[in-house]
């Protein structure tokens, strides 16, 4: 099985309450690329 399969969807993962919090306070492109690295 390919390893990146199991890896989380950037959208599903952005979705997460805290990350959504996140985003109030750094702001999406913050977040998006620390979840996307």
Same mark, same amino acid.
């Not at 989380?8 to 997460?16: M, N, Q, S």
């Not at 309450?17 to 306070?25: I, K, N």
């Given at each position: 099985?390919?390893?990146? @399969? @199991? /890896?989380?969807?950037?959208?599903? =993962? ?5 990350? =959504?919090?996140?985003? %109030?306070?750094? %702001? @999406?492109? =913050? /977040?998006?690329?620390? =979840? /996307? @690295?």
């Amino acid at each position: 099985m390919d390893q990146r @399969r @199991r /890896v989380p969807r950037t959208d599903a =993962v952005l979705a997460d309450p805290r990350l =959504v919090a996140a985003e %109030g306070r750094l %702001g @999406r492109t =913050v /977040v998006k690329e620390a =979840v /996307v @690295r």
